[in-house]
């Protein structure tokens, strides 16, 4: 069973007074568990829309047989409080921007998705927090909040946070976007012994890249053209 299986996924944009936008138009792909696939496209091309896509941050259009399934399970045909869940226990995210809330320290931000699960899941969280946090080489900066450390360091913790639940799928949109050359080469090592060491199996990891030599690294590459995968 793939980790990761979408299908016919269609996006259109409506904006009043314009016409509408067509991003992406019947995508579908399959990620094995363990399997990391990175996604190429211009920029404006729709990666970021397929990733929200796939992480039910946003919905395909309807009436496409659009399916989307993480670990077996129907994201698109759940409910509300079923795909909030779904979201939280199997999936986890790493943005562009690192997206850390500032007014928490490390260990609570990387401890946040925790609080979205059963009390059994909140009860080791903070611990777990703490050992993904040393693990990613900020043991030291345990009591910090995010605004005291350099872009990288912040991208760290928000890859911690992504594992944080021990998901089945990581989508990560150019998570080295921010980030110089080296430093984006050392989130990249992060993500993927991180993911390797917190998870009872190694998630499957679809990845937004701009950068030949990341995308290098991953098993398989798509490329997003005229809202279609090729
Ligand atoms: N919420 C939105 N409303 C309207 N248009 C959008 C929205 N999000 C993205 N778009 C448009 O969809 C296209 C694809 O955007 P995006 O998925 O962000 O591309 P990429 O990540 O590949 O740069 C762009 O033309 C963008 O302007
Ligand atoms: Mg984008």
Known sequence: MPALLAENL?????????????????????????????????????????????????????????????????????GERARARLRASKIGFVFQSFHLLPELTIVENVRLPALALGAAARRGATERARELLRAAGLGDRLGHRPAELSGGEQQRVAVARALMNGPE??????????????????????????????????????????????????????????????
């Not at 992406?24 to 729709?46: F, N, Q, R």
């Not at 190694?202 to 030599?213: E, F, G, K, R, S």
Request: overall charge negative.
């Open 10 to 78: 269609a996006k259109t944009y409506r904006l009043p007074g314009a016409a509408p936008i067509r991003v992406l138009d019947g995508v579908s792909l399959s990620v094995e568990p363990g399997e990391h696939v990175a996604i190429l496209g211009k920029s404006g091309s729709g990666k970021s829309t397929l990733l929200n896509l796939l992480g039910g941050l946003d919905r395909p259009d309807r009436g496409c047989g659009a399916r989307i399934e993480v670990a077996g399970c129907d994201l698109l045909r759940a």
């Open 169 to 230: 799928v990581l989508l990560a949109d150019e998570p080295t976007g921010n980030l110089d050359a080296s430093t984006g080469m050392q989130i990249l090592d992060l993500v993927f012994d991180l993911a390797g060491s917190f998870s009872s199996a190694p998630p499957a990891l679809a990845m937004v890249t701009h950068t030949d030599a990341i995308a290098a690294r991953c098993d398989r590459t798509l490329r997003l053209e005229a809202g279609r995968l090729v």
